[in-house]
Structure formats: structure tokens, C-alpha cells
């Protein structure tokens, strides 16, 4: 052994001291940063060959570990985009280059786009939500755009499906042909009539008045006119013919739809789509006209009133008349070695080769956590056992240049002996 190498493995033992005490000084800073994991350092001996009688001091080698497969708790806010997940699987997000990251800091917020941002000014990446399904790719970042909440206009929804349940008199006395509904003429005759509010392709109100009258035993002629072309006063003769005409029978026995009648009518709203109304549940028995049940859907124009995240990731705009519309997934990300994953500036990690490649999927699938809306993932460092660290190291490094001390000492002895 010489002094020199005696001074070479106390200088080991300081750099890995030294090693220590800035990964715990990383980790007090980020106390509070949400979805921060916490940083170590793993010593292993250094032991060089030994040779002869004598000992040849070796020294120490440090290797950085992050526990960032570590789950932290969760801590509840009032805000829907701050998010955490719950169990495995990042968030992606993206930087003003373009690169892709994945991260556990889901403290976003709308930037001055709308783009939801955290507070490293990195961009939430999802899939658009096209007729409720996302061009989802499993194994890479393609189909990936940024989450933007405020891209969203005025939404007017056409009718296209609707509902109508009557009950038709079988008592009703037959029309005559000519003064039937249909026949749209100042003497038409009907048994019950029922006015229904459409939705045009634009948004506007379409008022439907719905005719019915009884052309034969068992049989019902269904006539629909458009309001707007009503005569003076409403009613008949509108300025245009039927938008549509349906005949409907029932069973003498029973009062209920035959197996040959239509169940439903198809109705070219103005300006619209086709409102396909389900009157499969009307019936001809011996009681009054009878509304039971009336519906279409479709909305006005109507501005988003909020949003709502799912446990799935499905991000909801809810509009001010009560509609829900889904306009984007955020997927997660996982790896199968997460600790192995190299951390970045901004709380965000990259996949490498000892990681494993990302794959990409949904929450609440193939072993993957949930997403909490309106909370965060708090740090995973412990602050008092970083300061028994910062304690630890301190010693150690000390006493390792106690050594490195007496080493020189030694060593300006051997010098002076040959003066």
C-alpha cells in the first residue's frame, strides 16, 4: 500500500460523499414539487487485486437511483385539470420543440391557447375523441396532439332521434278521405295532435305539429307539418304539403302495434337531419288521446359551461343546456423497468435502453392506474430522512478527509527522510 493510494480511496470515499449530499439536497428542494421521486445514491466496493503482503486500497463507486415506480400520496385540490394518477403509467406531455416526455406532475392549467400546461410549461398530449373512438398507437407518441379546452365554439346538435308514446281512441269515429290531415285543407279532420321542438343543422327551433287521425278500423294515418308554414292563426292549410306521412295499424285484441305496421316515422326536418321518432310503444285503446311520453334530442347553441376528467382519462365538456360531449382521451404511458427510466429538467423522465420501449395505452387497462381529477401526486420525499442524510454524509465526508489529512502528513515524513 502507499500513501497515494491511501489519498486516491479517501477522495473516492469524499466524491461519493459528496454524491450523497447533493442527491439529498435535490430532494429537499423538491419537497413540495407534485410528482417528484426522490433520488438515492447505492454505494459499491471498489477492491483492486490484491498482491504480495501488503494491501492496496481500493474505494467506493456510486450508481443514482430514483424510485420513480414509487407511488406518492395523493393530495386533493379544487381544480378539475390538476391530475394524478393512481397506480402505474405516466402522463405524456410535450415540450415547445415537440419532443414527447412522460411525467407524474399533473399541475395543469390553460395557458393563453387553452393548451393544458403544468407548471414546467409542458404541454398534456391525449387523442381526439372522433365518434367516440381515438386513433390510439400502442407502441409510440403518433396521433398525439395537445389538449386544448378552449377550442371550442358555439355547438348547436341537429334532432335525430326522438320518442312519441300515445295512445290512440279506438272509439275515434273514420275521417273521410279529403279531410284527412294529409289532404292539408281548411276542413281536415284529426283525432289528436301533438307539437314537438326540433333542431335545425344550424340550431334553430323547428316546431313539429304532429296529426293523427283514424282512416279505417285498427288503421291511423300520421301526418307531421312544419309550423312555420301554418295559416293565420295556426293549423290548416299549411303553406306546404306534409313533411311526412305514415300509416300505423293495431290489433283489434289487444290494441297493440300489428307485426306489419311501422314502428317508427322518419321525419326531413327543415334545414335539419332526418329525426327518426320511435313510436313503437303507442296503442289504440278505448280511452282519450293520450300523451304518455315525447321527446327529441339535439340542443341550441350553447357555449361549455365546464369540464369533467373520467377516471379513464376522457376529458367532458358540459355545455350550459346539460349536455356532456367527449372531446379527448389522455392516454398513459408505462415502461417495464420505470426506475431504470433517465429523469430530466422539468420533472419529466425519458425511456432508455436498460427502461424498456414505452408503451401506450388508457387507464384502467393492462395494469394501469386510474386518473384522479382534482388532485396531485405529492413528492416522495421524506424531509426527515433527508436531513438524517445530509447528517450522515457530512460525518463521512468529514472523516474521510481526516484520512486524506493524515495520508499528506505521511507522506511529507517519507519526503523529509531523504533530506
Do not use: C
Amino acid at each position: 500500500m502507499t500513501f497515494s493510494g491511501v489519498m486516491r480511496t479517501s477522495v473516492s470515499g469524499m466524491n461519493a460523499q459528496a454524491s450523497q449530499l447533493a442527491t439529498a439536497a435535490d430532494n429537499i428542494a423538491n419537497t413540495d414539487t407534485a410528482g417528484y421521486k426522490r433520488a438515492s445514491i447505492e454505494f459499491s466496493s471498489l477492491i483492486p487485486q490484491q498482491a504480495g503482503g501488503g494491501y492496496t486500497s481500493g474505494g467506493v463507486l456510486t450508481n443514482v437511483r430514483n424510485e420513480i415506480s414509487r407511488q406518492g400520496s395523493l393530495e386533493y385540490t379544487t381544480s378539475v385539470t390538476d391530475l394524478a394518477v393512481n397506480g402505474n403509467g405516466f402522463f405524456v406531455v410535450s415540450d415547445t420543440d415537440g419532443a414527447n416526455f412522460l411525467t407524474r406532475a399533473g399541475s395543469f392549467v390553460p395557458n393563453g391557447d387553452g393548451e393544458l400546461v403544468n407548471a414546467a410549461g409542458l404541454k398534456l398530449m391525449g387523442y381526439s375523441v372522433t365518434n367516440g373512438t381515438t386513433n390510439a398507437v400502442a407502441n409510440g407518441f403518433a396521433g398525439l396532439e395537445t389538449i386544448n379546452v378552449f377550442d371550442l365554439a358555439l355547438q348547436a346538435t341537429p334532432s335525430t332521434t326522438g320518442s312519441l308514446q300515445v295512445n290512440f281512441p279506438s272509439n275515434a269515429p273514420i275521417t273521410a278521405a279529403g279531410s284527412l290531415p294529409s289532404d292539408n285543407v281548411a276542413t281536415s279532420e284529426f283525432a289528436g295532435k301533438t307539437s314537438i321542438v326540433a333542431i335545425d343543422n344550424l340550431g334553430n327551433e323547428v316546431v313539429l305539429d304532429i296529426y293523427s287521425a283514424k282512416t279505417a278500423a285498427e288503421t291511423w294515418e300520421i301526418a307531421v307539418y312544419d309550423r312555420a308554414d301554418a295559416a293565420a292563426g295556426g293549423g290548416f292549410p299549411y303553406a306546404a304539403g306534409p313533411l311526412t306521412t305514415e300509416t300505423l295499424t293495431y290489433n283489434a285484441t289487444d290494441g297493440q302495434l300489428t307485426a306489419a305496421s311501422p314502428t317508427f316515422i322518419s321525419i326531413p326536418v327543415p334545414n335539419g337531419n332526418t329525426l327518426t321518432m320511435d313510436m313503437s310503444q303507442t296503442s289504440q285503446l278505448a280511452a282519450d288521446y293520450t300523451v304518455l311520453d315525447v321527446s327529441a334530442d339535439g340542443n341550441p347553441p350553447s357555449s361549455v359551461d365546464l369540464f369533467e376528467i373520467t377516471g379513464d382519462g376522457v376529458v367532458y365538456a358540459t355545455y350550459q343546456n346539460g349536455q356532456q360531449v367527449a372531446l379527448y382521451q389522455i392516454p398513459l404511458a408505462d415502461v417495464p423497468s420505470p426506475d431504470n427510466l433517465l429523469p430530466s429538467t422539468g420533472n419529466v423522465f425519458q425511456a432508455t435502453q436498460e427502461s424498456g420501449d414505452i408503451q401506450i395505452s388508457f387507464a384502467e387497462q393492462g395494469g394501469l392506474g386510474t386518473i384522479v381529477s382534482g388532485a396531485l401526486e405529492e413528492s416522495t420525499v421524506d424531509l426527515a430522512h433527508e436531513l438524517t442524510t445530509v447528517i450522515q454524509a457530512q460525518r463521512n465526508y468529514t472523516a474521510n478527509s481526516r484520512v486524506f489529512q493524515t495520508g499528506s502528513e505521511l507522506m511529507d515524513v517519507l519526503v523529509n527522510l531523504s533530506r
